[in-house]
């Protein structure tokens, strides 16, 4: 089922394009991160890839890690002070951070405005790379927020 998988295949080409093979540990890792999709940080990858490899260590995923994204499968997110979360997203986005409840959301740019024609650069400037970050509630946090103006104990009631 592996080996016939569109994704897993192309992956197994861009690595070794890298000059590295799609070893087993590897390919568990990246398949953890396409599984859920929720930015998740080296840790967290460690602990959803121990049920499937038990043997794996956490500094074997952090060197899978490290080998898909400088292969280009995957990409770093990081915000000030936090660890470093992984997206499999390859597409040009940008992250939300909710700063209740630490979920990072993908968020796309506006059609017509990639790469940074709208910023207003200073002149002779050249941009290599271009992330951005917002930051705020999600919708489940903003949610209680708005709520907890009402009534404290009845966002408690309302959140899952
Ligand atoms: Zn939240
Ligand atoms: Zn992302």
Do not use: W
């Not at 995957?74 to 951070?97: I, M």
């Amino acid at each position: 089922m592996r080996n016939g998988n569109p994704q897993s295949r192309a992956a197994a080409e861009t690595i070794s394009r890298g000059g590295f093979r799609m070893t087993k540990q590897r390919q568990e890792v990246y398949d953890a991160l396409l599984r859920k999709r929720d930015h998740p940080t080296a840790m967290e990858v460690f602990l959803r890839v121990k049920d499937r490899l038990p043997a794996i260590s956490l500094a074997t995923v952090y060197n899978c890690l490290e080998t898909l994204t400088r292969c280009g499968l995957v990409r770093q997110v990081s915000l000030d002070r936090a660890a470093v979360r992984y997206c499999p997203n390859l597409h040009r986005h940008g992250h939300f951070f909710c700063d209740s409840c630490g979920t990072v959301i993908d968020v796309e740019e506006p059609a017509g405005e990639e790469g940074t024609a709208h910023y207003r650069l200073p002149e002779r400037c050249v941009v290599t790379q271009h992330e951005f970050t917002l930051r705020g509630l999600c919708p489940r946090c903003s949610g209680g927020a708005a709520r907890s103006r009402v009534s404290a104990s009845a966002s408690r009631a309302f959140s899952t």
